[in-house]
């Protein structure tokens, strides 16, 4: 099975801050790469797919980079409503595997 | 509107069962391949099963083979999965999602989640 890291686990930032999370995938993954959204209590949103494609609606401040193992994801200038849990997820094989998350929260 | 709600979740004993259920609307459900995904609770997002369009098709996570079955019924679109043998550490949130080709097989819709609790 295709195994996902992310780092760092957690952050702690404010508004309007840049922010970056990374993702590795133990092995090749091309641009099968996506990236979600949750909140606490809520279904996780799709944000960005295939690496680097943003979502229908998503906002414009969250980009995403990165192929083979090596992913990003990038808020712009985070906004309130960014306070959330990050998952990167691999769809390179059937079982698509998860990242371990990346909580994002208040500075 | 594309909608998908779980149902059936629920205190089970250990070694119990139970059949979950994911009822779409809004869109073509026999053209899109399917998936369930778990939360335990203050834990990560879990990939658990996924079947292809016409049900012809499984993948299963090594910790749930051999006890949990996903299928689905086109006709009244709908999604199951079957829990049988089940443990403490299958206690979760079940999402079912949905898979679309067009965006490299990421998930673009998910249900709002059916907790099951599995304790004595």
């Known amino acids: 099975d295709i195994q996902m890291t992310q780092s760092p686990s957690s952050l702690s930032a404010s508004v309007g801050d840049r922010v970056t999370i990374t993702c590795r995938a133990s092995q090749s993954i091309s641009s099968y790469l996506n990236w979600y959204q949750q909140k606490p209590g809520k279904a996780p949103k799709l944000l960005i797919y295939?690496?680097?494609s943003l979502q229908s609606g998503v906002p414009s401040r969250f980009s995403g980079s990165g192929s083979g193992t090596d992913f990003t994801l990038t808020i712009s200038s985070l906004q309130p409503e960014d306070f959330a849990t990050y998952y990167c997820?691999?769809?390179?094989?059937?079982?698509?595997?998860f990242g371990p998350g990346t909580k994002v929260d208040i500075k | 509107e594309v909608q998908l709600v779980e149902s059936g979740g629920g205190l089970v004993q250990p070694g119990g069962s139970l059949r979950l259920s994911c009822a779409a609307s809004?869109?073509?459900?026999?053209?899109?391949?399917m998936h369930w995904v778990r939360q335990a609770p203050g834990k990560g997002l879990v990939w658990v099963s996924r079947?292809?369009?016409?049900?012809?098709?499984?993948s299963y996570a090594d910790s749930v083979k051999g006890r949990f079955t996903i299928s689905r019924d086109n006709a009244k679109n709908t999604l199951y999965l079957q829990m049988n043998s089940l443990r403490a550490e299958d206690t979760a949130v079940y999402y079912c999602?949905?898979?679309?080709?067009?965006?490299?097989?990421?998930?673009?819709?998910w249900g709002q989640g059916t907790l099951v609790t599995v304790s004595s």
């Open positions: 809004g869109f073509t459900f026999s053209s899109y391949w």
């Open positions: 079947i292809n369009s016409d049900g012809s098709s499984t």
């Open positions: 997820q691999q769809s390179y094989s059937t079982r698509g595997t």
């Open positions: 295939a690496a680097s």
């Open positions: 999602a949905r898979e679309v080709g067009a965006t490299m097989n990421a998930f673009d819709y």
